[in-house]
T-cell receptor, first 112, second 117 residues
Framework: GENVEQHPSTLSVQEGDSAVIKCTYS??????FPWYKQELGKGPQLIID?????GEKKDQRIAVTLNKTAKHFSLHITETQPEDSAVYFC???????????FGTGTRLTVIP | DVKVTQSSRYLVKRTGEKVFLECVQD?????MFWYRQDPGLGLRLIYF???????EKGDIPEGYSVSREKKERFSLILESASTNQTSMYLC????????????????FGPGTRLTVL
């Protein structure tokens, strides 16, 4: 099955700086890559996703890039704010009705 | 506003007890999922269901069973709880993707933190 690796496991940045979280996947057939944010005491929530026919997608301060050849994708958060502090999970899927395979999570702390 | 609710936020049980975790979604979603979340291991899929009375094993089904008698409700059952089942349990639901489409977003409940003593 699919194996998703995520780095780093923890990340601390100063408010206003950028944060980058990286994931790799093993199955070249995977074609859907969502990112979830989990705030304290809540379940994960989708923040952005990318499909394999797209190399980059941006939504305000967050962006995701995908390199299919290298089988890795990254989450970029610019101008970080304290409310960005959370655990972030990447995931990969073969699409259609197939399940998501999650990374191990990154705890992001934004220092005011 | 979409909603996935879980019956308990915190639960403490004793080894050997039978434990029921309930999940209800109000979005008329076909698909429902149970995950467990452990530090350093991320979210691991226990069981999922694509329809009423249907169930499929995920990556770590051992020691668990599920029940889906109604579309909106998906229950996770620990037949005989053990200490290694102490964890955070997350339920999620999603709609069926359109033919040839990509996965739909999974909506998660707030989780149940289960402690087995």
């Amino acid at each position: 099955g699919e194996n998703v690796e995520q780095h780093p496991s923890t990340l601390s940045v100063q408010e206003g700086d950028s944060a980058v979280i990286k994931c790799t996947y093993s199955d070249s057939a995977s074609n859907y890559f969502p990112w979830y944010k989990q705030e304290l005491g809540k379940g994960p929530q989708l923040i952005i996703d990318i499909r394999s026919n797209v190399g980059e997608k941006k939504d305000q301060r967050i962006a995701v890039t995908l390199n299919k050849t290298a089988k890795h994708f990254s989450l970029h958060i610019t101008e970080t704010q304290p409310e960005d502090s959370a655990v972030y999970f990447c995931a990969a899927s073969l699409g259609g009705a197939n399940n998501l395979f999650f990374g191990t999570g990154t705890r992001l702390t934004v220092i005011p | 506003d979409v909603k996935v609710t879980q019956s308990s936020r915190y639960l403490v049980k004793r080894t050997g007890e039978k434990v029921f975790l309930e999940c209800v979604q109000d979005m008329d979603h076909e698909n429902m999922f149970w995950y467990r979340q452990d530090p350093g291991l991320g979210l691991r899929l226990i069981y999922f269901s694509y329809d009423v009375k249907m169930k499929e094993k995920g990556d770590i089904p051992e020691g668990y069973s599920v029940s889906r008698e109604k579309k909106e409700r998906f229950s996770l059952i620990l037949e005989s709880a053990s200490t290694n089942q102490t964890s955070m349990y997350l339920c999620a639901s999603s709609g069926w993707p359109a033919a040839g489409g990509i996965n739909n977003e999974q909506f998660f409940g707030p989780g149940t933190r289960l402690t087995v003593l």
